[in-house]
């Protein structure tokens, strides 16, 4: 499960050259759910990077601790505010990391899952126009989670599903059908991600300082 999210300062030309920015990037060392993020989503035929509260929060919603930050790729059927938004209103999420946490026999080790280039990543999500008055944002958004590869399973049993830039737009595309956008739903090549350990400060998201997201052992990678 992803439930924290490395977000530095990013070359959004290299993720999609026709992006609109009408909004920067919002940056953070060590984001946890249920605050403001960026994403990108199709705004009149354009893919638009905008702000969005990270938890996804029908008009319904009473309780915000509720607003459930993932869904699973394999139940985005089960629930109606999933379905509605994977059907119409998908999006990504531009980050440099995903931390996730292996349990030791004293504590949990955390470590920051990248590129193994270190290249900026799109993350599979949905949004909602609706809104509640528990939060000032208008809009908010979901990861799409899928099962980790078998080589970092032993880190984490969920990801974020990775979508390609080249597949970024028609990701984006409310045209493209949740069969064609499901398909785009699957684990990262194992070659394509590593992971290293980080300090344990990242364990309180009030810790935003350069520490969290730095390296304390080597990075795991995969070698045939």
Same mark, same amino acid.
């Given at each position: 499960m992803a439930g924290r999210l490395y977000i530095p300062p990013l070359d959004m030309t290299r993720l999609l050259p026709? &992006? #609109?920015?009408?909004t920067p990037l919002l940056t953070a060392t060590n984001l946890a759910p249920r605050r403001p993020v960026s994403h990108i989503r199709l705004e009149a035929g354009r893919a638009s990077l905008s702000q969005v509260f990270w938890g996804l929060? !029908?008009?319904?919603?009473?309780? &915000?601790?509720?607003? !459930?930050? #993932?869904?699973?790729?394999e139940s985005l059927d089960d629930r109606p505010m999933f379905r509605d938004a994977f059907a119409?209103?998908?999006s990504l999420v531009p980050a440099g990391g995903v931390y996730v946490w292996r349990a030791q026999p004293r504590f949990?080790? !955390?470590f920051l899952v990248t590129r193994v280039d270190r290249g900026p990543m799109l993350l599979a999500s949905i949004w909602c126009r609706y809104h509640t008055d528990l939060t000032e944002h208008a809009d908010s958004m979901a990861l799409v989670t899928v099962p980790t590869n078998d080589f970092l399973a032993p880190l984490s049993d969920r990801l974020p599903a990775l979508i390609d830039a080249a597949d970024a737009m028609r990701w984006l595309d409310p045209r493209t059908t949740p069969e064609a956008a499901r398909a785009l739903l699957r684990p990262a090549p194992r070659e394509l991600l590593g992971a290293f350990p980080v300090s344990r400060r990242v364990n309180d998201p009030a810790n935003q300082d350069p520490a969290c997201a730095h390296p304390t052992g080597p990075m795991l990678r995969w070698n045939e």
């Open positions: 026709e &992006l #609109c920015r009408e929060t !029908p008009s319904w919603l009473t309780v &915000l601790d509720h607003a !459930p930050h #993932c869904a699973r790729a119409a209103r998908r949990k080790q !955390p």
